[in-house]
């Protein structure tokens, strides 16, 4: 399941204008269930590669993220603050495969 990390939220689908700091998702069309997943907190961790970046992933680091957007045609499950994912994952690589729960 590929995440980004090219979400950069001035307004989001779930809270408009109000900033809701750096440890930030937006969810995909698979996830996104009309607006019923904005708030939610996840433990995300990468998995893998899906491109030819080898070792994308930090080992084994997590991070926890709330949904505060939306994401139509990102893709995978979500999209990542850059924050978010230079935690888990060497930002060059750009998509990664995810664990989220």
């Given at each position: ?46 998995t893998g590669p899906t491109n030819p970046v080898p070792h ?16 139509p045609g990102c893709g995978g499950t979500s999209d990542l603050s850059k924050e978010a994912f230079a ?15």
């Amino acid at each position: 399941m590929p995440g980004e990390s090219t979400l950069n939220i001035t307004a989001s689908a779930c809270y408009g204008n109000t900033p809701e700091g750096v440890w930030i998702a937006a969810a995909s069309d698979v996830l996104w269930n009309n607006g019923a997943i904005c708030g939610k907190t996840f433990k995300v961790k990468c998995t893998g590669p899906t491109n030819p970046v080898p070792h994308p992933c930090n080992d084994g680091k997590t991070v926890t993220v709330k949904i505060v957007d939306h994401c139509p045609g990102c893709g995978g499950t979500s999209d990542l603050s850059k924050e978010a994912f230079a935690t888990i994952a060497n930002p060059v690589a750009g998509v990664i495969k995810i664990e989220y729960w």
